[in-house]
């Protein structure tokens, strides 16, 4: 919820930075992956509309991941290897978002039944 939020933001920023990475349409992409991020962080959190939630983060995930962390094109070594931690973490944060859809629904601990 906290990147999504900060996509809000920092709108500016961001949009900079996606528009550098070639991105099309930067702002708007920045306002629907913010927007994907709150809201499948938010879903997450209430243990509401798991399997939706899990499928936002897991398209921005894939997405952003593909997009703006090709490591494998940066000469620099130390550029490359930033990215590639980044790279790295999103595929590992997938997988653990995968991992919540193995726990039974409804979640005994949601804050929304």
């Keep these: ?3 999504g939020y900060n996509h809000f933001k920092n709108l500016g920023m ?7 990475k070639g991105v099309p349409m930067p702002k708007a992409a920045v306002l629907l992956t913010g927007a994907m991020m709150f809201l ?4 997450i959190l209430l243990g509401a509309y798991i399997e ?13 991941t593909f997009q703006m962390h090709q490591y494998w094109k940066i000469p620099d070594q130390m550029a490359r290897m930033g990215e590639e931690i980044n790279f790295k973490k999103n595929l590992a ?3 653990a978002l995968l991992i ?7 979640w005994a601990v949601a804050l929304v039944f």
């Design 93 to 95: 944060l997938l997988g």
């Design 40 to 43: 499948g962080g938010l879903g």
């Design 1 to 3: 919820m906290m990147s």
């Design 52 to 64: 939706l939630s899990v499928l936002l983060l897991s398209v921005f995930l894939v997405i952003a």
């Design 100 to 106: 919540i859809l193995a726990v039974p629904l409804p």
């Design 14 to 20: 961001l949009t900079g930075y996606a528009q550098s």
